[in-house]
């Protein structure tokens, strides 16, 4: 067998498994409003299970982007997949599999939890009672459910629009800023919720304005801006540093300056904390003890340095970032 047989025989099973665990793909999707491009030439493919975080600014195309998706809003240019099938076209058959929470959920405020949920049962067919037992067992409403609904807290009425977005039982839930407003009990509450679901089996697209809400929530993020794709990454990537360590100590302009002649140091910087930053000699963090020690400089503290995602994301969603001023 000759090497380009062997490595064709060995990508093509990879390639198979690979498309079927793309659970929603999204290639090239635009949306233009007359001048206004609130979607640009967005590419995202989402795998089974995952907990997928759609991340960007106010007005960066979010809503838009998951209003396409649920065939609220149709697409200037380009194509969704979902599950495999062109969701354009084949709306009936893949619609019923995804559920949605878009912005605030429609509520009626005088009725109870419970028949909120049976009056959307009544208008999708096929949603039994036990059903709505369920659902509300999951969102953790099951004993406020004669309750009405204008008695709930924000983070309740948030929980009643996913379990109104999982009456379906459906295997793609894509929520738009449902932490939106919560207070941290809130999120940890919904932070909890998304985990439960996605033990099920389910994917979870999820939308926020902010990285915060949804660091610990997610595994995967997509950050946009401008209705462009600006990164797709794991929040680790984006909160790591390459090595680099943060030292406290007495006279970091002296210790920088002699750090900055080492072959390993020239990139070292004082943060706003008054930290110095660098990375070590050898990558090891005892060899910059050391090496520090040594030249007379003893820290105070040594700590692997973290970047504070906030900052992260809001240098990735300057405007400057996307080249449009
Ligand atoms: N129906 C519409 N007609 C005209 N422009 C629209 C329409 N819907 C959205 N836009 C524009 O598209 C851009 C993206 O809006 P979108 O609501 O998708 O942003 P978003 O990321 O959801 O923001 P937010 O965090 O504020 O919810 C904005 O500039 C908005 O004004
Ligand atoms: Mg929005």
Known sequence: MTEQTLSTYAQSPVATTDTRDVVLRLNNLTKRYGQRTAVNNLNLSIKRGEIFGFLGPNGAGKTTTIRMIFGLATPTAGTIEIFGQNALQQRANVLPRVGALIET????????????????????????DARIDEVLKIVGLYGRQKDRVKTYSLGMKQRLGVAIAL????????????????DPAG??????????????????????????EIQQICTRVAIINLGQLVTETTIDDLVSTKGEYEVQLEQPEQALALIKQQSWGTNATINEAGKLVTVAPQNRGQDLNLFLVQAGFVPETIAVATRDLEQVFLQLTSSEQTGVK
């Open 167 to 182: 009456l379906q039982d459906p295997d793609l839930l894509i929520l738009d800023e449902p932490a939106n407003g919560l």
């Open 187 to 212: 999120i940890v509450e919904m932070r909890d919720l998304m985990h439960s679901l996605s033990e099920e089996g389910k994917t979870v697209l999820i939308s926020s304005h902010l990285l915060s």
């Open 105 to 128: 959920p429609a509520l009626y405020l005088y009725m109870s939890g419970r028949n909120n949920l049976r009056a959307v049962a009544a208008t999708l067919g096929g949603v039994s």
